[in-house]
């Protein structure tokens, strides 16, 4: 059984392009939240979607940022217009279900020039 | 805004048992501790989470002091492999019953042989 899978690995953007950065969640698993990593921080919570549903968006930046999770094909975390400040590891998780543990995928390590 | 303070950094001689304190002093009675670790800039694995009784699995255990203000994560034979940073997390209630991870900063344990 995969893990949970992103990509890209990383992700190298000059100031003003659009980054676009793709979860596929655990088999089974219909519950997707992101997170941002800031260096020497703990995560910060980001959105937390279920399928074609975004339930929890409190974390996002009002401007600029936006995920969705289509009935089919990956979770995609869009920052448009990014800027220096948007330079981190951003983290996806997914879980079968609102109360279960969730599990963690490798990371996109964005990076603004 | 965190919820549980961690000390920045531990040492633990390989094969003892490490022991990492964590305060929730404003913990809430329905908010559950979990812990994650994240080794070297991974993405971040899951441990163990509790809410009152003290917890036991495979690969830790989970002590929750009665009024729940703290805990301690025990990893009872800690090897080199154990070096990483360990996360204590509150698990909140947020947008849409989205049961939402509030992450501190962290301890950084180094397992010397």
């Known amino acids: 059984n995969a893990g949970v899978m992103q990509n890209p690995r990383h992700l190298v953007r000059r100031r003003g392009q659009e980054a676009r950065l793709r979860c596929s969640p655990m088999?089974?698993?219909?519950?997707v939240y992101w997170y941002r990593q800031l260096p020497e921080e703990g995560l910060k919570f980001m959105v937390y979607?279920?399928?074609?549903?975004?339930?929890?968006e409190s974390g996002m930046p009002k401007e600029r940022f936006s995920a969705e999770f289509p009935k089919e094909g990956p979770s995609i975390l869009r920052i448009q217009q990014v800027v220096r400040g948007d330079s981190a590891a951003y983290f996806c998780a997914s879980s079968p279900a609102q109360e279960s543990e969730q599990y963690f995928g490798p990371g996109t390590r964005l990076t603004v020039t | 805004d965190a919820k549980t303070t961690q000390p920045p950094s531990m040492d633990c001689a390989e094969g003892r048992a490490a022991n990492l304190p964590c305060n929730h002093s404003t913990i809430s009675g329905n908010e559950y501790v979990y812990w994650y670790r994240q080794i070297h800039s991974q993405g971040p694995q899951y441990i163990i989470h509790?809410?009152?009784?003290?917890e036991t699995n495979e690969m830790a255990s989970l002590i929750i002091t009665e009024d729940r203000k703290s805990s301690t994560l025990i990893l009872p034979h800690a090897t080199l492999r154990d070096t990483a940073v360990y996360y204590c997390?509150?698990?909140?209630?947020?947008?849409?019953?989205?049961?939402?991870?509030?992450w501190g900063l962290g301890t950084s344990l180094a397992v010397n042989p």
């Open positions: 997390i509150v698990r909140v209630l947020g947008a849409g019953n989205n049961r939402k991870l509030i």
């Open positions: 088999k089974g698993h219909s519950h």
């Open positions: 509790g809410l009152k009784n003290n």
């Open positions: 979607l279920q399928k074609e549903n975004i339930i929890d």
